[in-house]
């Protein structure tokens, strides 16, 4: 059964998909969260139903970081960039710039890390999300 925060995703512009088990990305979200003033974006996991049950194109690889909004379905670097636009103020202009470097080259620093951040950050476990639920879908 589809819970109602994710029965109708199209209410949730901007969602940021995660490796709900890794602790990187546990405290990506949490920076997104504390940065977000205007709460737009929505944050679920990427083992998560909202996820599983897009219906569009997507990557099956945890590692990935995805970020969906009204321009479409962004994924590692540009995922992250397109996150950052929407957070606004002076991460819109970060981000801007940050498109000025080449994706290949951008998505190569994204896998080295991705490939690695279990054994640097550890599991999930040893990074909790806020206690602040409200934008999380399942």
Known sequence: MVSDRSSDI???????????????CHRCVSWFQK????????????QGETYSNLDCERPDDVS?????????VWTRSNA??????SVGGGWRAFAVIGGLI???IRDAAYRFVAVRRLGWFGPADACSLPGDTSRFLP
């Open 10 to 24: 199209r209410n949730h512009e901007n969602i940021l998909f995660y490796d709900g088990e890794c602790g990187l």
């Open 35 to 46: 940065h977000d003033r205007r709460k737009v974006i929505w944050f679920a996991p990427l």
């Open 64 to 72: 990935t970081m995805v970020f969906m909004d009204a321009r479409g």
């Open 80 to 85: 992250v960039l397109s996150a950052l636009r």
């Open 102 to 104: 080449p994706r290949f």
